[in-house]
């Protein structure tokens, strides 16, 4: 699997975090919103609720958006 280290303003810190390339079923949510899902990351980091919502694309982060609950 890919990896990337980027900032995650949910998350936050100081550090970078894991970012993986989203899967299909992630790419299928944008697709549903009317975004091009093509180059969208994910935030890998794990917290005390579980894995991160945030997700953007590669090197945007302003576009980036926080994925529903049941994504987790």
Same mark, same amino acid.
């Given at each position: 699997m890919d990896t990337?280290?980027?900032h995650c303003?949910?998350? &936050? &810190?100081?550090?970078?975090l894991? @970012?993986?390339k989203a899967d299909k079923e992630v790419r299928a949510y944008l697709t549903s919103l009317g975004r091009n899902?093509?180059?969208w990351w994910r935030c890998a980091n794990h917290g005390?609720?579980?894995r991160c919502l945030f997700v953007q694309p590669y090197g945007n982060q302003?576009?980036?958006?926080t994925l529903p609950e049941? @994504?987790?």
């Open positions: 990337s280290y980027k303003p949910p998350c &936050g &810190g100081g550090k970078p894991p @970012f993986h899902p093509a180059g005390e609720k579980g302003s576009e980036g958006l049941h @994504f987790r």
